[in-house]
């Protein structure tokens, strides 16, 4: 397989460190409110690359953290007139709510920040002690000039980086490009004990003490959002090399933007959806599938066609999965003739070719119906082969299972429906044409449309 490497800004063979077992870390999110439809790209892209790992045979270890204090649950919790606890506490258990619905599968770990204060005020005292970072009135900060390759993911010189670096009024640090590893106590904010007094930790280092803590000092694979390379990741790349003196992480996995009128959804521009929000109106699934249908290294823009597109194209899938299972039914006995099940494996292995091309899930959607487009020629052809039927949907069921998409049960109708097309037959039995239309038309006022074939009769929401 191939990936897309930021730090050496080309795609390479993927080989994990040890063996087939593959260690990933992903930056997960700052729970103070739920989380919008940018933040679930990289949770079901990364999702899926966990997933497609597991399917060729790695064995995988996934670590995705939550940032539970900072200066937005801070700031939270006062609004609300409640602690930085409660409200980590709630949006972690929404994350999972809204995390479930999409069918992102949970990781191994989910470590928070406050869970781990003591392993963090290791990892700054060792910074310390090799001449990587410094106190400053109970502030730690990290030298970024100490650590020669500091730069070496964002591809910025230290020329380029100084330029942008800022000394905020509250910060007591020597250099603008320095940054906080443990920020002293202010008034009215929550603190843990540590050798410098008082005080929380900054938010980059939670990540290089939860990915050594769970993965080791070399990890094979770590994920995020392109806005996460500069400063997040460089820093943690600083703080875990200086600190380890190995390197840290061997693939860095970013991806692109979803936009809304072509600007960076977010939550500090106002121009955001939450996920709880969008699933009322499309479902989850269709917000997955529409994060898929174009590849994560390109930005995506989120408008209600191309939402209403993703519908659509899911809507077809389930037909074909109906249309397999309804066949499967009153499907005759083997033939024993297995050269369509052979010319159904090209699709499987065009479907893999797309996926290893840096996780190109754009067409390995394609390649899904492809795989679709001659199952229905089949059929229509009137192969009814019961292993034909049998091997179509299992392919069908493999592939879009490595996708997480058209994971529903084969839809049940409601009692009243059933009834109605119980009654239709038997007015048809007795060749009353009158009431098995009326009852046809009342069907599609449902939204159920009706098909008569020497099968019997199938159906489909409209
Ligand atoms: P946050 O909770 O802001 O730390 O973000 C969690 C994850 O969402 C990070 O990996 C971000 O890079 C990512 N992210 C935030 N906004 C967007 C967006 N509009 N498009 C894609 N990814 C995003
Ligand atoms: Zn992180």
């Known amino acids: 397989m ?3 490497n930021t730090l050496t800004r080309q795609k390479e063979k993927f080989v994990p460190l040890n063996g087939n077992k593959v260690t990933m870390y992903s930056c997960g999110p700052t729970v ?7 933040n679930a790209r990289p949770f079901i892209v990364f ?4 997933r497609f790992l597991r399917y060729r045979g790695y064995d995988v270890t996934f670590v995705q953290n939550f940032t539970d204090i900072d200066d937005k649950l801070i700031r939270r919790a006062n609004e609300e007139g409640t602690t930085v606890e409660e409200i980590a506490e709630r949006y972690i258990e929404e994350y999972f709510v809204d995390a479930e619905g999409l069918g992102i599968e949970k990781a191994d770990y989910h470590p928070r920040a406050t869970e781990n204060i003591k392993e963090i005020i290791e990892f700054i005292k060792t ?3 090799k001449g990587y970072a410094y106190e400053i009135d109970g502030d730690v900060y990290f030298s970024a000039k100490k650590f020669d390759e500091y730069g070496k993911l964002s591809h910025f010189n230290i020329e380029e980086l100084e330029a942008g ?28 004990d540590s050798p410098w007094g008082p005080g929380r930790p900054g938010w980059h280092i939670e990540c290089s003490v939860m990915a050594n803590k769970y993965l080791g000092e070399t990890i094979d694979i770590h994920s995020g959002g392109v806005d996460l390379i500069f400063p997040h990741h460089e820093n943690e790349i600083a703080q875990s090399e200086a600190a380890n003196e190995k390197p840290f992480a061997r ?9 809304i009128d072509n600007q960076k959804m977010s939550k500090s521009l106002g121009n955001f959806f939450t996920v709880r929000e969008a699933a009322k109106h499309y479902g989850y699934e269709i ?28 809507e077809r899938l389930y037909e074909c999965k109906r249309n397999l299972n309804f066949l499967l039914e009153n499907a005759a006995e083997t033939s024993g003739n297995n050269e369509v099940t052979e010319k159904l494996n090209q699709y499987k292995e065009k479907f893999i070719e797309a996926m290893e091309d840096d996780l190109n899930t754009a067409d390995a959607i394609a390649a899904i119906f492809e795989l679709v487009r001659e199952i229905n020629i089949q059929i229509s052809e009137g192969n009814k082969d019961k292993e034909f039927l049998e091997s179509a949907l299992k392919l069908f069921n493999e592939l879009t299972g490595v996708l997480g998409i058209v994971t529903k049960e084969e839809e049940t109708l409601e009692e009243e429906i059933e009834k109605l097309i119980e009654q239709r037959q038997q007015a048809r039995k007795e060749k009353n044409w009158k009431l098995a239309d009326e009852i046809r038309d009342k069907l599609k006022d449902m939204g159920i449309e009706l098909q008569d074939t020497p099968d019997g009769v199938k159906w489909r929401k409209i």
Do not use: C
């Open 287 to 314: 917000i997955r599938f529409f994060m898929l249908s174009a590849h994560y290294r390109n930005p995506i823009n989120y408008s209600t066609e191309q939402l209403e597109q993703a519908r659509r194209s899911l």
């Open 2 to 4: 191939k990936l897309y």
């Open 32 to 38: 103070y409110n739920y989380f919008h439809i940018g």
């Open 251 to 259: 693939y860095w996995l970013h991806n692109a933007f979803l936009n």
């Open 165 to 192: 670096a800022r000394i905020s009024v509250d910060e007591k640090k020597r250099d603008p490009m320095d940054f906080a590893l443990w920020k002293a106590q202010k008034p009215g904010e929550p603190a843990w």
């Open 47 to 50: 999702d899926v690359l966990r």
């Open 127 to 129: 910074l310390i002690e």
